[in-house]
């Protein structure tokens, strides 16, 4: 059984970091694409940043350069470290993992519960 369980989330200033954790269960998560998602209030849910099985990460452009995707192979863990914050950045943010080693027009099957992130002064 495919588990996925995120921690992280929480209320920070603009310009302030966080960092999201998932921690994962029932498959090896540096043998496929997995990735993080986000949805704020009243609009669709976007990608964020994904990592494929050989360690090459995408970012969407609203993010590149402030965030970074990363996974502990050991801990079958995977990281979202989110730096220079801003409000439009307020969301539930979700980690997700898909069935293919390659993130190219992958679907994502698994999906954690998600984890609040709040940017605001």
């Known amino acids: 059984q495919v588990q996925l369980v995120e921690s992280g989330g929480g209320s920070v200033q603009p310009g302030g970091s966080l960092r999201l954790s998932c921690a994962t269960s029932g498959y090896i998560l540096s043998n496929i694409c997995s990735g993080w998602f986000r949805q704020a209030p009243g609009k669709e849910r976007e990608g964020v940043a994904r990592i494929d099985r050989y360690g090459n990460t995408e970012y969407s452009d609203s993010v590149e350069g402030r965030f970074t995707i990363s996974r502990d192979s050991a801990k079958n863990s995977l990281y979202l470290q989110m730096n220079s914050l801003k409000p439009e950045d307020t969301a539930l943010y979700y980690c997700?993992?898909?069935?293919?080693?390659?993130?190219?027009?992958?679907?994502?099957?698994?999906w954690g519960q998600g984890t609040q992130v709040t940017v605001s002064s």
């Open positions: 997700a993992a898909s069935v293919l080693i390659s993130c190219r027009n992958t679907e994502f099957p698994f």
